[in-house]
């Protein structure tokens, strides 16, 4: 969504084709874990009406292969596209447990798209009371436990010792995994999962998820959080080299090497990060924010051929977890210190995730503002660094 606003922000007229395995128009994805909102109208980016204006076609299909040589792409209902720039956003797939039960069983839901919001309220039912487990303790997980967590029992599962502590370490981890307590949620951390059991009424539905150490969680549903895979299999097929990891590997302009007038961005992108302690090495980031702002930048790139190089921007990302949570920055080559202003326990902070005296990454709650003038520092390169913070700089104070 972010291209197709820029391109045309940026006075491009060409046309423009969608093809989506989407039910719906382009949505804000974010809305579906913070908030869980059945109605589409409700997350809709845009009415049909701008798209129509705007000479934008969306077409509802499936992408099965791409020919890059030919510059064509072929589809589901076995239609062919021509292209002359294509653009790769096809975002993630949660990820499933290969464990015994989570395939077979009803009842049990990721969230991806607004039907999966449906059929998990659905599930809970206008009575709600329901015993929900939620099996990872992800940003996703950790969300939508906490909107789960009124009039319903949550319990969330996650394998590290604090929520979210690879990204935020375990003090900061520890934090939200308090304000959720705060709403009813329960914790099985340092967890590992074994199997899903149906449930005793109906032998198709989940009834329990068993734990490695024996510990038996009554579920009447279950959510998963444990990750997304770059949506790429219709590319295997052809001449790219994806990654690892499955992702596409770009330049600074997300363009895809040796594929001319072929770019990816989102979720699928290995993308080159110039932030602080970046140094231009790849990395895929999974979330809203990122995606938007590199659609915007191919926007620009493609209406304006041969104008300025891309800009490049600082990600940020923001969560519902107790409290609203605010992050800029990237953390991808690790971190040594973590620099803490405030009060944690009492849910005002700010923490500034450290490598050398370098500063790679700052969260915040209930400092919104420190957040914001760091993301404008580190896009400046101005940022202070941890040895400015520790002598009791502040960052609102640089000019």
């Known amino acids: ?23 719906n128009l382009p949505i804000d994805r ?57 653009i790769l956003a096809t975002g993630g797939t949660p990820k499933r447990l290969p464990l015994p039960g989570f395939k077979n069983l009803k009842n049990v839901f990721v969230l991806r798209k607004v039907h999966d919001a449906q059929a998990i309220l659905s599930a809970v039912g206008e009575n709600k009371g329901k015993k929900i487990v939620v099996v990872g303790s992800s940003f996703i997980g950790m969300e939508v436990g ?32 308090k304000n959720l307590e705060k709403n009813g949620v329960k914790f099985k951390m340092g967890a590992s999962v074994d199997k899903a059991t149906p449930s005793s009424e109906d032998s198709s539905s989940v009834g329990a998820v068993h734990l490695k150490d024996g510990t038996v969680l009554e579920a009447d549903l279950v959510v998963l959080g444990v ?10 097929s052809s001449k790219i080299e994806l990654e690892k990891d ?102 005002s902070f700010a923490a500034y995730y450290t490598k050398g005296d370098t500063v790679v990454a700052v969260a915040t709650m209930a400092m919104d503002p420190v957040m914001a003038k760091c993301k404008v520092l580190m896009g400046q390169g101005r940022m202070l660094g941890k040895s400015q913070l520790e002598q009791g700089q502040d960052p609102l104070a640089v000019a």
């Open 146 to 177: 906490n909107c789960l967590s009124k009039e319903n029992s949550v319990t969330i599962v996650g394998m590290e010792n604090e929520p979210i502590e690879t990204v935020m370490g375990p003090k900061i981890g520890s934090v939200f995994r």
């Open 246 to 347: 499955g992702s596409v590997k770009t330049d600074e302009s997300f363009a895809v090497q040796g594929l001319e007038g072929v770019y990816a961005i989102g979720d699928i992108a290995s993308y080159p990060y110039h932030g602080p302690g970046g140094d231009g090495t790849l990395v895929r980031i999974e979330h809203w924010n990122v995606a938007q702002n590199a659609g915007r930048s191919v926007g620009r790139t493609l209406a304006k051929p041969g104008g300025a190089p891309p800009k490049h921007f600082i990600p940020v990302f923001w969560s519902a977890l107790g409290a609203q949570l605010r992050y800029c920055g990237q953390t991808h080559k690790g971190y040594d210190d973590v620099v803490i202003k405030g009060n944690p326990d009492e849910g």
């Open 227 to 236: 990750g997304v895979a770059p949506a790429t299999e219709y590319l295997k």
């Open 30 to 86: 974010t809305k579906l874990s913070k908030a869980l909102i059945p109605d589409v109208n409700q997350v809709l980016l845009r009415p049909q009406a701008w798209y129509d204006e705007s000479s934008i076609k969306i077409v509802k299909d499936e992408v099965t292969s791409v020919d890059f040589s030919g510059k064509s792409i072929s589809t589901a209902s076995g239609k062919s596209y021509p292209y002359t720039e294509l």
């Open 1 to 23: 969504m972010g291209f197709v606003q820029s391109l045309r922000e940026n006075g491009s007229k060409a046309p423009v084709t969608i093809i989506t395995q989407d039910e």
